[in-house]
């Protein structure tokens, strides 16, 4: 981001307060960051050198940055069994991200993924659902859209295809691996 010119810097109203070699504050910095300036940010450093920040920008993002692991517990005392941690996006999406072949997991005793619209589960690879006792699919309208599999119509197979316009087709195709491969 460009900087601004030196004359619209206000370095009087700056605050840099140190309590050491591990922690320090910095508020009122005049120079721009990628969402303006600073309003306040919480330096510390272990001494082993990695570094957390904590703060907020004058375009109005609070950041919270560590160069290791972050954890968040909430709930240690209640005994209400109710909501411990609730992360809310007021006006626009929560997107939860890991890079670097990274894995998001959700883990809890029941998990539920509630949508006022669509569910979309994309994956490059495989979906796989793994269940002990029951997958259970309720809807007004179920489509499979496949070539193979024993999901698979069997006039969209391979096979069915083939089979399709055959005299007796009905009986023929009765008769094609609902897989649609040749054994």
Same mark, same amino acid.
């Given at each position: /981001?460009?900087?601004?010119?030196?004359?619209?810097?206000?370095?009087?109203?700056?605050?840099?307060?140190?309590?050491?070699?591990?922690?320090?504050? %910095?508020?009122?910095?005049?120079?721009m960051?990628?969402?303006?300036?600073?309003?306040? %940010?919480?330096?510390?450093?272990?001494?082993?050198?990695?570094?957390?920040? +904590?703060? /907020?920008?004058?375009?109005?993002?609070?950041?919270?940055?560590?160069?290791?692991t972050?954890?968040? #517990?909430?709930?240690?005392?209640?005994?209400?069994?109710? +909501?411990?941690?609730?992360? +809310? $996006?007021?006006? $626009?999406? #929560?997107?939860?991200?890991?890079?670097?072949?990274?894995? #998001? *997991?959700?883990?809890?005793?029941?998990? #539920?993924?509630?949508?006022?619209?669509?569910?979309?589960?994309?994956?490059?690879?495989?979906?796989?659902?793994?269940?002990?006792?029951?997958?259970?699919?309720?809807?007004?309208?179920?489509?499979?859209?496949?070539? *193979? $599999?024993?999901?698979?119509?069997?006039?969209?197979?391979?096979m069915?295809?083939?089979?399709?316009?055959?005299?007796?087709?009905?009986?023929?195709?009765? /008769?094609?691996?609902? $897989?649609?491969?040749? +054994?």
């Amino acid at each position: /981001m460009a900087e601004r010119p030196a004359e619209k810097q206000n370095w009087q109203q700056r605050q840099y307060i140190s309590f050491g070699p591990h922690f320090r504050i %910095d508020t009122a910095n005049p120079q721009m960051g990628l969402n303006g300036s600073i309003v306040y %940010d919480l330096f510390a450093q272990t001494s082993s050198g990695d570094k957390s920040v +904590v703060g /907020m920008a004058n375009g109005g993002i609070y950041h919270i940055y560590n160069d290791q692991t972050i954890e968040i #517990v909430g709930g240690q005392e209640d005994q209400s069994g109710g +909501v411990n941690i609730n992360i +809310v $996006g007021k006006n $626009g999406d #929560v997107w939860i991200t890991a890079e670097k072949n990274g894995e #998001v *997991r959700i883990r809890g005793k029941n998990i #539920v993924i509630d949508a006022d619209e669509d569910i979309d589960l994309m994956a490059g690879n495989n979906i796989t659902l793994d269940a002990k006792n029951r997958i259970l699919l309720k809807s007004n309208v179920a489509d499979c859209n496949a070539l *193979r $599999g024993n999901l698979a119509p069997r006039d969209v197979t391979f096979m069915g295809q083939v089979f399709k316009n055959a005299a007796g087709g009905g009986a023929v195709t009765d /008769m094609i691996p609902s $897989g649609g491969g040749i +054994v």
